[in-house]
């Protein structure tokens, strides 16, 4: 199958996305990004020994000098003490602005890298090279780097756009299934929020994915980065529309981080904050109990855990109340109208709210 490409148009910060199979080999589509032969690869203990040479070889041949950064793998790490590590190895071997790093693993490198590339020496450039579903479809796209800090997810960071993004469908190979099935959540994420048409496809050909083919995984993720793309052209720095893409997220994040990062992969919170995302739609009267029954199935069919741990109303108040989108003291959430039709809003019931907070089926 043909490589696929897409572009995030944001002006001079435009940059293409390719899909397809073999690009960590192919420095072609690297050399064009570089301003000087010299990178700085940031990746983890579990990647590195995947794909590190690979893709070093590759650049190397080409003439390109290669830092190799490895940092310890999982969400536990996404913090002020690994960013540190990055930029020890920047300064000890004397990167430079025109240095390029490049994040060749899941969401949690690619969000520290970018914030690397974000504020070491005011700002260098950086490429992503995604290697779970998830970053593939979501977090490598649009910008958004950071990390967590101990009172919440993801609360310190930056918007800094890569130069490129490289999704080598080959790398879902060596995925764990685990990890695989917390990246659909945030593919049905794109159905639900905005393409009816696509939760429609993903219901019709989630088996093919979930066995890999590779004509369904690249338009998932094809489908995934177009509407994530079309999003961020449209409000790159989340001053509306863009909020829509944390569905889920207000109640997941707070799942993270009461169980403590890493216990529950990013995607896996997700969907179970998706589910609660439906529950509190269809009090609300605007989701349809088969409406929700179709979610359920579809995120059950990607083998996703949907029981949300049980915490107790003030518990997840207390940490929803940490969320980015928070205004005035008030938490505002992504909800559903419809398949394929959400709202960010603070016009919701609070009584109904605590109602799908107490996770008591009515
Ligand atoms: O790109 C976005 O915008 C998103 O919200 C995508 C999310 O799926 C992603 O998890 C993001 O990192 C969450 O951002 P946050 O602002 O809620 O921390």
Known sequence: MVMQTLKVELANRSYPIYIGRSLISNAELILPHLKRKHVAIVTNTTVAQLYLETLSNALQ??????IPIILPDGEAYKNSETLNLIYDALL???CERSTTLIALGGGVIGDLTGYAAATYLRGVPFIQIPTTLLSQVDSSVGGKTGINHPLGKNMIGAFYQPQVVLADIDT???LPAREFSAGMAEVIKYG???DAEFFDWLELHIEQLMVLDEQAITEAIYRS??????????DEHETGERALLNLGHTFGH???????YGVWLHGEAVGAGTMMAADLSQRMGWLTADEVRRIHQLLTAAKLPLDAPKLGVEKYLHLMQLDKKVADGKIRLVLQQAIGKSVITSDYDAEKLKQTLSLKSD
């Open 172 to 174: 879902l190979q060596t």
């Open 92 to 94: 000890q071997n004397r």
């Open 61 to 66: 041949d080409a003439g390109v000098k290669v």
């Open 225 to 234: 980065c177009k509407n994530k793309a079309d999003v961020v052209a449209r």
């Open 192 to 194: 639900l929020i905005r």
């Open 254 to 260: 707070a799942i993270e981080n009461a169980m403590g």
